[in-house]
């Protein structure tokens, strides 16, 4: 490894000419950008979050690149600094000790190369066997192509990482006649890793018409990249692959695995995707030849939208990175908005960072875990812990005494009555279908019972998350659903039912859920973390003093809560 890194750093004083991409469908670009001096004040805003991370004013997108670096944590993302719509994209730069509170720094990424004169778009960090991080990420070129170039730190001995150098040998990879790639579906190289054979590998994620494709790249010196004969991964009818990840969990524990340390027998992989025709990240869970280079889906691990999703709200672009501080795997992720277009450029600001998760494999293997990261709860306060309680049919408990517009809440049921569930048809599917037609109003045996967030007084807004119970052919099936159609009196706002069944036993277990409520997103967390929902909310009357929270059981048969903890949550010191 010594060689290695002697012989990449001769490269740089010597390297650091060239660049590809096209805009990505999911964004339109809007030329004519708002006068950010017209804002009173966009951090005094009520739906303005505070403890999610979010700059002070205009639009963020994808995280990119995150890392420890030093002792310090890095967010890099995806940001326009001339309005609150999509357009003139950077990478700004965050820097945190806690991955809590954050301080900004100066843009760190910029279109200044022909391979990136178009635009500077996602990419990831690797961390070499010395310590020392590099960026691969996507640029266009002149001509609309999407292609990938490489940045390295000005300074490594800097734990900021203040300024980064491109190569002059950019682009490292791009489209030719010769490898046939689809020049403006090309992009967003994950993390590399160091193979057996000592060469380096990295995955970007394209398309053929409707098929999703993982290409794969080798490279002996970080910088002359070659394209694998065979293809990582692929899957017919799934469109384009953005935002590609992959990366190793343990079979055994919950402790994180490092790419760079991969191989054995108690390792499976992740392959994730963000699909840009439906906006959601999916994952599978499977095995990899690292002497192939090829990735297999376990049987019952499906691609697409009908597999599994890491949230089945509005959670998208993620990427995750290996905190070796605390041998963990953290997943960022983009929450994007439920707002208008024209309310966005009347706020002055648009999308927020999820908060960080921690992910590993469960124990069945099939599935991961997903969990805010302890760090969150250092701004808990004014804890409130009701007693054991039964929640007959049809009644609202209010939680007390807890700041419902910024809070973090924990509830477990333990449900009975089992023989008087609804029977599950068939054909309900499709979860966030059957959460739309069967919302918290829609009266059940077995629910819905959950929580009512960011209540107005009388009612006429709240938010619920919730789950039911059905009977299946072969057990109980629990139906996990976020509720926003009475969220907000605002009509222009996105009020999608988002819907998930969670693989838990009821007979067996009790049924939990945690959620994150921060003035305009909830982000729950069902059976443990086993399904995760996001929701973007904007309610004009339950605001700040003015919003509630409640538990709630809307089904005919009584549920009994074993245990509800709140607790208001302090506001962190972002950007």
């Known amino acids: 490894m010594a060689i290695f890194s002697a012989r990449l750093f001769f490269f740089f004083p010597i390297l ?29 805003q009520p739906h303005r979050t505070g403890y999610h991370f979010q700059p002070p004013k205009n639009w963020m997108n994808d995280p990119n690149g995150p890392m420890i670096y030093k002792g310090i944590y890095h967010l890099f993302y995806q940001y326009n600094p001339k309005g609150a719509v999509w357009g ?69 001995s800097d734990p900021y990482l203040l300024e980064w150098v491109k190569s002059p040998k950019n682009p490292v990879m791009a489209p030719t ?79 994180g695995v490092d790419m760079l340390s991969i191989l054995g027998p108690n390792v499976k992989y992740v392959f994730k995707a963000s699909l840009d025709d439906t906006k959601h ?19 019952g691990s499906v691609d697409g939208d009908s597999g599994l999703r890491y949230d089945y709200g509005k959670f998208y672009a993620s990427k995750s990175f290996f905190d070796s501080a605390k041998n963990r795997m953290i997943l960022w992720g983009w929450i994007n908005e439920s707002s208008s277009v024209s309310d966005d450029i009347k706020k002055g600001w ?61 509830i477990t049921f333990k449900v009975s009555h089992f023989r008087k569930a609804e029977g599950l048809d068939p054909s309900w599917t499709n979860p966030q279908l059957l959460c739309s037609q069967k919302g918290a109003s829609v009266r059940g045996s077995l629910g819905p019972f959950g929580l009512l967030v960011f209540a107005s007084k009388g009612m006429q807004e709240y938010t619920s998350v919730f789950f039911r119970i059905f009977k299946g052919q072969n057990k109980y099936v629990v139906l ?36 994150l409520i921060d003035h305009s997103v909830v982000e729950s967390f069902g059976g443990q973390g ?46």
Request: net charge negative.
């Open 480 to 515: 996990m659903c976020s509720d926003q159609s009475r969220s907000s009196l605002n009509p222009d706002n996105d009020k999608t039912t988002y819907g998930a069944f969670v693989d838990v036993d009821p007979v067996h277990e009790h049924l939990s859920l945690r959620s």
């Open 177 to 255: 006649p010769e490898n046939q790639i689809n020049a403006s579906s090309f992009r967003d190289p994950t993390t590399a890793w160091l193979g057996a054979d000592g060469r380096w590998k990295v995955v970007i994620g394209s398309r053929i018409n409707r098929k999703g494709l993982a290409y794969l790249y080798r490279s002996k010196d970080f910088v002359y990249w070659i394209k694998a004969k065979t293809l990582l991964h692929s899957a017919e009818d799934t469109g384009m692959w953005e935002c590609v990840d992959f990366f190793p969990v343990s079979v055994n524990s919950s402790v």
């Open 88 to 156: 003139n994209i950077v990478w700004a730069h965050s820097t945190s000790r806690d991955l809590v509170n954050w301080t900004p720094q100066k843009v760190a990424i910029y279109p200044s190369q022909p391979s990136d004169i178009d635009g500077a778009w996602s990419g990831s960090a690797t961390i070499f066997p010395d310590g020392t991080p590099a960026m691969l990420f996507t640029g266009i070129n002149p001509t609309g192509q999407q292609v990938q170039n490489l940045a390295m730190p000005k300074n490594p």
């Open 350 to 410: 648009s999308g927020i960072q999820a908060i960080p998760r921690v992910i590993w494999l469960d124990k069945s293997g099939k599935q991961l875990l997903q969990w805010p990261i302890k760090e969150i709860e250092m701004l808990r306060t004014n804890a409130v812990h009701l007693p054991r309680k039964v929640l007959q049919g049809g009644s609202v408990l209010e939680v007390p005494r807890v700041t419902a517009a910024q809070a973090d809440v924990e």
């Open 530 to 575: 086993k399904s995760c929902m996001t929701a973007r909310v904007y309610p004009i009357l339950a605001i700040n003093e003015d919003a509630h929270l409640h538990a709630f059981n809307n089904g005919s048969k009584s549920v009994t809560i074993t245990r509800l903890s709140a607790w208001s949550m302090k506001k962190a010191n972002i950007n």
């Open 281 to 299: 990240d999916y994952y599978t869970v499977g095995e990899y030849d690292p002497v192939k280079d090829v990735y297999t889906p376990d049987e």
């Open 16 to 44: 650091f000419g060239h660049g590809i991409f096209e805009l990505e469908a999911s964004h339109h670009i809007y030329q004519t950008l708002q006068n950010l001096d017209e804002f009173a004040s966009a951090t005094s």
